[in-house]
């Protein structure tokens, strides 16, 4: 396996290979560039819809088939973020998302082969880029470039994802180096990757731990998650979202999930790895959903992970204590690193939920009640050591 088949790199895992702000899109996206460069002033008169109902629909499906990738994945930031504001920016959500933002909305989403919101990827991965061109991508040296509100909360907890993807290139390539490693029995090699994985994991840790710095708990759920919701299981749009001039939908609501930091494709990757299995509950039938709304050629790398994968069985079998402290030290990075998740949703959704009268404390942003099978996937996770 080699991370470069599926647009990956050991420098930028995965990250998108290009910076946003080096892509120029054509003359038909100047009225959205300049609504999406506005958006927090749209969203601050408290009437952002009817801003945005003034937007042409600039008739998008041919140039979304035959466009340049990343011009596509540049115009699926800049739109998933209007959808998002035109659903969430008001006090009551609407039931339907107009044709002027749904035509386009789905036309790029079907080029790419994702849900027409904003998914992690839109979020993240490919909104993101580098004050100095010659430098590194860290936190000292990073921007997120299309915001909604804005602000120092906004963009810190956007930033610490991705300086924590960066870093999880050399977790990603080792993964791929050890698939054959593992085949050719090569105990020295597999042990000094897994050992170069555990330091990478310090690394992603110390990004994590910083979350706080500059990002309020308070802040994050009032002022930051409000607009990254979805439309399934949220009571305050029933079934879903109807999709104007989207003839396959005939007219019925859609319910897409919301973008949430569990469709990062690095916990999975390395589950997939270390062929980590979790027994059926409801949030391993969302995670298995959420693994839709991956990149596609994200959601083939883990899959070509797992499919591939003989470590587990090669370290078991293995007389080399060494080799297996390795492998179970970087099992239980990935069971540290899920703590810190639960952590962080205690602290940042988990307490702030319950301030509201009615509200449920549980529910994540994509729907689901996270804070007991969290526990639990953590638990799983740690009791897999060989």
Request: net charge negative; charged share 25%.
């Amino acid at each position: 396996m080699e991370l470069s088949d599926y647009g990956m790199s050991r420098e930028r895992g995965f990250l998108s290979h290009y910076e946003i702000d080096e892509i120029a899109l054509p003359s038909l996206f100047a009225e959205v560039k300049q609504a999406a460069g506005n958006l927090s002033g749209l969203l601050s008169t408290g009437r952002v819809r009817h801003w945005l109902d003034q937007l042409a629909d600039p008739g998008l499906e041919e140039w979304a088939r035959e466009a340049a990738e990343e011009e596509v994945r540049t115009a699926m930031v800049h739109y998933s973020f209007l959808v998002q504001a035109y659903v969430w920016g008001e006090l009551a959500p609407p039931a339907r998302l107009p044709a002027n933002l749904a035509r386009p909305m789905v036309a790029i989403a079907d080029r790419l082969g994702q849900a027409p919101l904003l998914p992690y990827s839109a979020y993240v991965l490919d909104n993101w880029s580098r004050l100095d061109k010659s430098g590194p991508i860290t936190l000292d040296n990073i921007y997120m470039v299309q915001n909604f509100l804005g602000g120092d909360d906004e963009n810190w907890f956007v930033m610490i994802h991705v300086a924590i993807e960066a870093e999880a290139g050399v977790l990603l390539d080792n993964a791929a180096r050890l698939i054959t490693v593992a085949k050719q029995g090569d105990e020295v090699e597999a042990e000094r990757l897994l050992i170069e994985m555990h330091e990478a994991w310090e690394r992603i840790y110390a990004h994590f731990a910083r979350m706080g710095e500059r990002c309020d708990p308070y802040i994050y759920f009032n002022r930051v998650r409000p607009y990254i919701h979805g439309w399934a299981n949220n009571p305050a749009l029933g079934e879903g979202l109807v999709y104007d001039g989207i003839d396959r939908f005939e007219g019925r609501p859609q319910a897409y999930r919301g973008q949430t930091g569990s469709q990062s494709s690095i916990v999975p990757t390395m589950d997939a790895l270390f062929q980590v299995g979790h027994s059926d509950d409801p949030l391993k039938s969302f995670l298995d959903e959420l693994h839709h709304y991956r990149p596609v050629p994200h959601r083939r790398f883990i899959e070509d992970v797992g499919a591939q994968s003989t470590l587990r069985e090669f370290v078991s079998q293995s007389g080399v204590q060494s080799l297996k402290d390795a492998f179970n030290a970087c099992l239980e990075q990935t069971a540290r690193f899920r703590t810190r998740h639960l952590e962080y949703a205690a602290s940042y959704i988990n307490k702030q939920a319950g301030k509201i009268p009615g509200n449920d404390p549980d529910v994540g942003t994509g729907g689901t009640p996270f804070m007991k099978y969290l526990k639990k996937h953590r638990d799983e996770n740690r009791a897999q050591l060989v």
